[in-house]
């Protein structure tokens, strides 16, 4: 099955800083998202990219399926950034997707 | 946002005994999936479903059944609980180019 590598496992930044966090992964897939799980335990998806650059408020992703890496650019953190961040993939797009989920990046972004 | 809930949110329970996790959704979405998380493992799929009465397996299934009688809701069964299940359970429900939307997950300890 495929394999997904995220990086760093753990970040610690000072508030205001910059952040990049890497995805890697071992095939070609059709789907690739990005999840934020906050200190209370929740799952928010973050972006929908299996290919191409999206941007969100702060938070922007850039996925390179040829070369087979995403990447997740956080700037101005915040405290409220802090959790762990996921990658997960999968070959198949349209709504049946079973992801794969990397290990995750574990942030924390103190004041 | 599609409305999809978990229940219970914690349940404490004895090894040997059957344990039923719910997961309800209110915006007929066609997939849905139960994944679990722990240290170290990250989230792995346990079970999914396309359809009513229609499910497979997924990485870790064993020990694991579950139903599917109604669109909006997806059970997970555990038969028999031992304490390798201790865990927190999360469902998920699938939107085409959305991606998935988690429930709130169910920390389950098997005592």
């Known amino acids: 099955g495929i394999q997904v590598e995220q990086s760093p496992p753990d970040l610690i930044l000072q508030e205001g800083a910059n952040s990049t966090l890497r995805c890697n992964f071992s095939?070609?897939?059709?789907?690739l998202q990005w999840f934020h799980q906050n200190p209370w335990g929740q799952l928010i998806n973050l972006f929908y990219i299996p290919s191409g650059t999206k941007q969100n408020g702060r938070l922007s992703a850039t996925t390179v399926a040829t070369e087979r890496y995403s990447l997740l650019y956080i700037s101005s953190s915040q405290t409220t950034d802090s959790g762990v961040y996921f990658c997960?993939?999968?070959?198949?797009?349209?709504?049946?997707?079973?992801?794969?989920f990397g290990k995750g990046t574990k942030l924390t972004v103190n004041p | 946002d599609a409305g999809i809930t978990q229940s219970p949110r914690h349940k404490v329970t004895e090894t040997g005994t059957p344990v039923t996790l719910r997961c309800h959704q209110t915006e007929n979405h066609r997939y849905m999936y139960w994944y679990r998380q722990d240290p170290g493992h990250g989230l792995r799929l346990i079970h999914y479903?396309?359809?009513?009465?229609?499910?497979d397996k997924g990485e870790v299934s064993d020990g694991y059944s579950v139903s599917r009688s109604k669109t909006e809701d997806f059970l997970l069964t555990l038969e028999s609980a031992t304490s390798s299940q201790t865990s927190v359970y999360f469902c998920?429900?699938?939107?085409?180019?959305?991606?998935?939307?988690f429930g709130s997950g169910t920390r389950l300890t098997v005592v």
């Open positions: 479903s396309y359809g009513v009465k229609d499910t």
């Open positions: 998920a429900i699938s939107e085409t180019f959305y991606g998935y939307t």
């Open positions: 997960a993939v999968d070959k198949v797009q349209g709504g049946s997707e079973k992801l794969v």
């Open positions: 095939d070609s897939v059709n789907n």
